[in-house]
C-alpha cells in the first residue's frame, strides 16, 4: 500500500508541484503568456495515450515490467526538464513523462484487482483516496517551497527523484502476479479487448459515473479560483484553507466508505452517493441566480461535489473491475483515461464559456452530477 500510494501520487505531483513556479519558467525561458500552460496539456496528452498502452501490455507480461518501464521513462523525462533551454523542449519531455508517469496511475487499480476481491479493492482504494485527496494540497505548497529555495528546476529535480524512489521500491519489492489467461495478444485481439469492454453495459455505466463525478471534482478544481478568489475576494493565501478542507472532506469520506464497507455492498453505498454532485451542483445553480453571490450556498455546495469523490471513485473502480480478470490492466486504463479525459473536458468548457460569474462553474458541476444519477440508475 505504501508503493501503490506513492505511485497514486505521482500525477498530482507532477502537475501540480510546478504550479507556483510558471512565472520563473516564463521569464527564464523567455515565453510568452500561456505558453508555459502547453507544458501542462502535453503531460495529460501523454498520460492519456499511455494509459491505453500500458493496460494491454500488463495483461500480457504482468504488472511489473510495463510499470518499471514506465517508471523509468518518466525518470529519464524529468532528468532532462531540468537542462531544458526553450519551449520545444519543455513540451516535448513533458508530454515523456506523462507517457511514462501514467503508468503507476494505470497499474495501481490492476495490482489491487489482482490480489483482492471487489469489497476489498473498495477498502483498499478508500486507503488511497487519503493520498489522492492530500497530493494535490501538499503539492503547490510543496514545490512553492521547493521553487524559492533552489529554482524551479530543483522542482523537476525533486519529481525525478521521487521517481527513482518509486522505481526502486517497485523493482525490490513489488511481487509480480503474472495473468494466467492473457488471452489474444495481438493487436486485433487488444483491440477486440478495448471493444467488448466499451460495449459492456454494465462496465461502461460504471465508468461513465465514475468519470462524471471527477469531471465534476476538476470543475471545481479549475473553477473554485475564480468563484472564491475574484468574486468572493478570497486572498490567495487564504484560498488554500478552503482548498484544504475540500480535500480533508474527500479524505474523510475516503475513509467512512471504508468503515461503511464492513457492513454494506459498494452497489448500496455507490448508489445515494451518486446524489451528492447533483446536490452540490443544485446549491451552486440557486447561488448563480442570486443578485449577490453568497458564500453559504458555495461552499456546502463545492463540499458537496467533491466529498462524493471518496464514495464514488472506490465503489465504481472495484465493481468494474471485478469481473476483468484476464483484461483488468485494459479496464483500468478505460476507467484512468476516461476520469482524466472527463477532467481535461471540464477545464476547457470552463475556459470557454466563464464570464466572471458562478454560472458556468455551477451549472458544469450540475450537469455532471445529474449526468451521474441518469446513467447510475443501472448499476
Not at 466508505?257 to 447533483?278: E, F, G, H, M, S
Request: glycine share 12%.
Amino acid at each position: 500500500m505504501i508503493l501503490l500510494g506513492s505511485l497514486a501520487a505521482i500525477a498530482p505531483l507532477s502537475t501540480d508541484m510546478y504550479l507556483p513556479a510558471f512565472g520563473a519558467i516564463r521569464q527564464e525561458l523567455d515565453l510568452a503568456a500561456g505558453q508555459v500552460e502547453l507544458s501542462f496539456s502535453s503531460y495529460f496528452i501523454g498520460m492519456l495515450l499511455g494509459m491505453l498502452c500500458y493496460g494491454p501490455l500488463s495483461d500480457v507480461l504482468g504488472r511489473k515490467r510495463p510499470l518499471l518501464a514506465g517508471l523509468a521513462l518518466y525518470v529519464l523525462a524529468g532528468a532532462a526538464i531540468t537542462q531544458v533551454e526553450h519551449l520545444a523542449g519543455l513540451i516535448g519531455w513533458r508530454f515523456l513523462q506523462g507517457l511514462g508517469g501514467c503508468a503507476g496511475a494505470v497499474l495501481t487499480f490492476a495490482i489491487i484487482r489482482d490480489r483482492c476481491d471487489m469489497r476489498q479493492s473498495a477498502q483498499n482504494i478508500s486507503l488511497l483516496i487519503l493520498i489522492m485527496g492530500a497530493a494535490p494540497v501538499v503539492a503547490p505548497l510543496l514545490g512553492g517551497w521547493v521553487q524559492a529555495l533552489a529554482g524551479w528546476r530543483s522542482v523537476f529535480v525533486s519529481l525525478t527523484l521521487f521517481g527513482v524512489l518509486c522505481f526502486t521500491y517497485a523493482l525490490v519489492f513489488l511481487q509480480d502476479v503474472p495473468s494466467q489467461h492473457p488471452g489474444d495478444t495481438s493487436l486485433a485481439g487488444v483491440l477486440r479487448d478495448y471493444g467488448e469492454l466499451l460495449a459492456s453495459g454494465r462496465f461502461m455505466t460504471l465508468a461513465l459515473t465514475q468519470a462524471l463525478v471527477m469531471g465534476a471534482m476538476f470543475a471545481y478544481i479549475v473553477g473554485s479560483p475564480f468563484v472564491l478568489m475574484d468574486i468572493h475576494g478570497i486572498s490567495v493565501s487564504h484560498f488554500g484553507y478552503f482548498f484544504g478542507a475540500n480535500a480533508i472532506g474527500v479524505m474523510l469520506a475516503g475513509q467512512l466508505n471504508r468503515a461503511l464497507l464492513r457492513r454494506l455492498d459498494p452497489t448500496r453505498i455507490l448508489r445515494p452517493a451518486l446524489w451528492l454532485p447533483l446536490l452540490g451542483g443544485a446549491l451552486l445553480v440557486i447561488d448563480a441566480q442570486l443578485a449577490a453571490s453568497t458564500l453559504w450556498l458555495v461552499l456546502p455546495g463545492f463540499f458537496l461535489a467533491v466529498c462524493s469523490v471518496g464514495f464514488v471513485n472506490p465503489n465504481a473502480t472495484a465493481l468494474a473491475m471485478a469481473e476483468q480478470g484476464r483484461r483488468a490492466g485494459k479496464a483500468s486504463a478505460i476507467l484512468n483515461s476516461g476520469v482524466f479525459g472527463f477532467g481535461m473536458l471540464a477545464g476547457v468548457l470552463l475556459n470557454l464559456f466563464y464570464s466572471g460569474g458562478v454560472a458556468p462553474v455551477a451549472w458544469l458541476i450540475f450537469a455532471a452530477g445529474l449526468l451521474a444519477v441518469l446513467i447510475g440508475r443501472r448499476v
